[in-house]
């Protein structure tokens, strides 16, 4: 039991697709969550098939895709950073970090929810991890909240071992799938393709869809 969840991801999108069944755990537990969103995703490749989207029009539909999302999640507050997509690891990271432990005190989670530096494949995934750790390391010891970090990388337990947290989210499959789907953008065929494999009593790959993994990350 959690006094509040944190969940501090770069994209609209990674929330649902990292730690959906882990939010709505969280939910049906009575744990707050709250989601800090770092850019709103405007350099993404998919415009929706058919096209729903212009290159123009792309960040303020993933605003309402991502509003969509975490209703569908029951995230109870929800904060976007406003940061240019793509280009997260040129910030500064002392002025972000900085401002960051100012709002990660002012939700006082017990936990937060971010990706593992140098293990989360998309530069952006990488800068946002990196810099809540130098974020929580400001924090005071005894009232730093414990991190959970999801490693995507191919070889991630061949550097850091096995996962520390693996939640199992059979039960949480089709809300995990509706959220996904809120996000149509981006991932309107991944999922026609995993709900036609569960239609046809094809298993989809566990991995991403079944069992999300954190580790514990020490700061």
């Known amino acids: 039991m959690e006094r509040h969840v944190l969940v501090i991801l770069p994209h609209p999108d990674d929330e649902s697709f990292a730690a959906a069944g882990t939010i709505l755990t969280h939910k049906k537990n009575g744990t707050p969550v709250t989601y800090f969103c770092l850019t709103l995703g405007e350099m993404g490749r998919n415009f929706g098939n058919p096209p729903i989207a212009t290159r123009e029009t792309l960040p303020s539909i993933r605003k309402k895709e991502l509003e969509e999302a975490c209703r569908i999640l029951g995230v109870d507050n929800l904060k976007l950073l406003g940061l240019h997509d793509k280009m997260v690891e040129f910030e500064d990271f002392d002025k972000l970090s900085k401002q960051l ?48 970090a999801v490693a995507i990388t191919n070889n991630c337990e061949e550097i850091i071992g096995k996962p520390d947290v693996v939640h199992d989210i059979d039960e949480y499959l089709p809300i995990k799938l509706e959220a996904l789907k809120a996000h149509a953008t981006q991932m309107q065929e991944v999922v026609a393709v995993t709900e036609q494999k569960l239609k046809e009593g094809r298993s989809p790959s566990a991995a991403w869809l079944r069992y999300e993994r954190f580790w514990v990350y020490s700061v």
Do not use: W
Not at 112 to 121: A, E, K, M, R, V
């Open 101 to 148: 432990a100012g709002m990660i005190a002012e939700v006082n989670p017990s936990l937060i929810i971010t990706f593992y530096p140098g293990l989360s494949i998309h530069p952006d995934h990488d800068a946002c991890g990196e810099v809540v750790i130098k974020a929580v390391q400001q924090i005071p010891k005894d009232k730093r909240p414990v991190v959970h």
